[in-house]
T-cell receptor, first 123, second 113 residues
Framework: GAVVSQHPSWVICKSGTSVKIECRSL??????MFWYRQFPKQSLMLMAT?????????EQGVEKDKFLINHASLTLSTLTVTSAHPEDSSFYIC???????????????????FGPGTRLTVL | KNQVEQSPQSLIILEGKNCTLQ??????????LRWYKQDTGRGPVSLTI?????NTKSNGRYTATLDADTKQSSLHITASQLSDSASYIC????????????FGTGTRLLVSP
């Protein structure tokens, strides 16, 4: 249990267009989902934390109007990169933390389960 | 400032050999420490998790240790395989309401045939 998927796994887009990335918890309900960005040979950098039904909390330096996050259900969060530019090219990874409502372990409620990532290339 | 430092930055070993990766952290308040394996172009996969009271945790050929007094952890890989080639990331959870993660920069391991 505790599988997180992302779609698409990779995307290439033109500069100025918007791209939506989906993050789904497949077999558990996720109260909280996280979005990270990772540049080559660097560690994951937290972009924002989203709780189902409320506005996302963005880390310092992350533009909330550029990276739109929607967490409309307990199993789905989306990240939309608006007006993408080449410097937005990166590896975007989401993670999900279980609500614990199922009572099953896994998933642990103190653990973030990571998706496989989405490679974004902006031309 | 909450920080996690890892060493070495990169490592090359021969298949079948053992290796040990190091992690030093200054995170407070401490909740737990995890080691993740991240294959190139993939998301991190958890290998081990240790809380404050745990000194060692094994997962197959991976053994992690934790010294909460010195704030150090290690990941020992036994009888390395080519598939062990990946980045290994030490992640410490800050014991706050949001359970914020502090990531190390990782150790890139290459297992050579």
């Amino acid at each position: 249990g505790a599988v997180v998927s992302q779609h698409p796994s990779w995307v290439i887009c033109k500069s100025g267009t918007s791209v939506k990335i989906e993050c789904r918890s497949l077999d558990f309900q996720a109260t909280t989902m996280f979005w990270y960005r990772q540049f080559p040979k660097q560690s994951l950098m937290l972009m924002a934390t989203s709780n189902e039904g409320s506005k996302a909390t963005y880390e310092q330096g992350v533009e909330k109007d550029k990276f739109l996050i929607n967490h409309a259900s307990l199993t789905l969060s989306t990240l939309t990169v608006t007006s993408a530019h080449p410097e937005d090219s990166s590896f975007y990874i989401c993670s999900a933390r279980a609500s614990g409502a199922s009572g099953r372990i896994p998933p642990r409620t103190d653990t973030q389960y990571f998706g496989p990532g989405t490679r974004l290339t902006v031309l | 400032k909450n920080q996690v430092e890892q060493s070495p930055q990169s490592l090359i070993i021969l298949e079948g050999k053992n290796c040990t990766l190091q992690c030093n952290y200054t995170v407070s308040p401490f909740s737990n420490l995890r080691w993740y394996k991240q294959d190139t172009g993939r998301g991190p996969v958890s290998l081990t998790i240790m809380t404050f009271s745990e000194n060692t945790k094994s997962n197959g050929r991976y053994t992690a240790t934790l010294d909460a007094d010195t704030k150090q952890s290690s990941l020992h890989i036994t009888a390395s395989q080519l598939s062990d080639s990946a980045s290994y990331i030490c992640v410490v959870t800050v014991n706050t309401g949001f359970q914020k993660l502090v990531f190390g920069t990782g150790t890139r391991l290459l297992v050579s045939p």
